[in-house]
């Protein structure tokens, strides 16, 4: 019997990008299946407001946790390069709910796209219409997407 494990991601975070490789060799070295779920960090209150409140102790901090996860992407040939603003993830979480009910290789194709494209600064998660662009390439069923997005059900699920 598999062990379920919780991986929560949340796509303004550079750690739910690096994350994946090493995530995907513990299903496929041990008997586990993880449950990839949607996560909203709360940025501000942990890096000390919004941009124009931050204290140079606060940018301190963000400069260090952008450093550690640059050495370690660098060690795998990723590019991770800061956001510009501190993004709402809230579509992309509602494309990665949809592409989890989805069918077998949809969620990977999805998430990979997303970190790929965000973190090289090509894709802004705010942006409903490539957000869903991503999600339908990745075998997201656009109809759905819409009406998760309108109906509010999506932003629900994605706490």
């Not at 975070?13 to 990839?36: C, G, H, K, M, N």
């Not at 603003?85 to 949809?106: E, F």
Request: with cysteine; charged share 25%; net charge neutral.
């Amino acid at each position: 019997m598999s062990l379920s494990i919780d991986l929560y991601v949340d796509y303004r975070s550079p750690f739910s990008y690096l994350v994946t490789a090493d995530a995907r060799r513990l299903v496929e070295t041990y008997d586990i299946r993880l449950q990839w779920l949607p996560f909203r960090i709360d940025l501000e209150g942990a890096y000390g407001g919004q941009l124009e409140q931050r204290r140079d102790r606060d940018w301190s901090k963000v400069r260090y946790l952008y450093m550690d996860a640059r050495r370690i992407a660098n060690r795998r040939g990723i590019v991770v390069r800061g956001p510009q603003k501190i993004y709402d993830p809230t579509i992309a979480h509602i494309g990665m709910l949809l592409a989890l009910d989805a069918s077998a290789g949809v969620f990977q194709r999805y998430h990979d796209h997303v970190c790929l494209q965000f973190w090289n600064r090509e894709l802004d998660i705010e942006d409903v219409s490539r957000v869903r662009e991503v999600a339908v390439q990745a075998g997201v069923d656009g109809t759905a997407f819409d009406n998760a997005l309108h109906s509010g059900e999506g932003a629900a699920r994605s706490p």
